[in-house]
């Protein structure tokens, strides 16, 4: 069950990602995507066009979520039983990977695939499991990764929670 969560959580949004217009890339060009396609390490305290390679980490609670405005249907849809939820991404050369923990369990991969980083900057990954690939918004300050925008139109309820709640946010440097 855990596994088929973090399967969900990432195909929303890697299934949806390739279909905005308003991703500002156009399916099936994320390899036309120009600018450093390998970044080398980056110190934290160093500005840099790429994410400095490494993991990083963000927790939500349940309790968090509902404050936030998300609606508990959608969290009973997405996340059934689920009081704490860790998304973890974990960046390399060229290469991601995304893993989802539930309550504490052991980190389950969720997605992975590659990246490069568009003309604008933003971090293009593309899902190996699906093709789809999104253009995201991001900045780097003291070993906080943030994730802001996903480039993509929420098609439902479920979708824009993924979007617009779980994955973009604040990622704490875990190495």
């Known amino acids: 069950m855990k596994r088929t969560m973090a399967a969900l959580a990432s195909a929303v949004l890697f299934v949806t990602g390739g ?6 890339v156009e399916e099936g ?8 396609s390998t970044p ?31 609606e508990e249907s959608v969290l009973d849809q997405t996340f059934p039983g689920i009081d704490e939820i860790r998304i973890t ?10 893993f989802a923990n539930y309550d504490g369990q052991t980190d389950e991969p969720g997605d992975l695939g590659t990246y490069t980083y568009d003309d604008d900057g933003r971090w293009v990954i593309t899902s190996e499991s699906s093709g789809v690939f999104n253009a995201i918004e991001w900045s780097f300050d003291g070993g906080v990764l943030t994730l802001s925008d996903f480039g993509v139109d929420p ?21």
């Open 19 to 24: 279909c905005s217009s308003g991703s500002g």
């Open 29 to 36: 060009t994320a390899a036309e995507a120009t600018g450093p």
């Open 40 to 70: 080398e390490a980056v110190p934290d305290a160093v500005e840099s066009d790429v994410i400095p390679l490494g993991t990083y980490v963000k927790t939500e609670t349940r309790e968090d979520l509902t404050a936030e405005g998300v």
């Open 89 to 98: 991404w974990k960046l390399e050369d060229g290469r991601w990977t995304q």
């Open 155 to 175: 098609v439902d309820e479920v979708d824009a929670f993924v979007v617009t709640v779980l994955f973009p946010g604040e990622y704490e440097r875990a190495d």
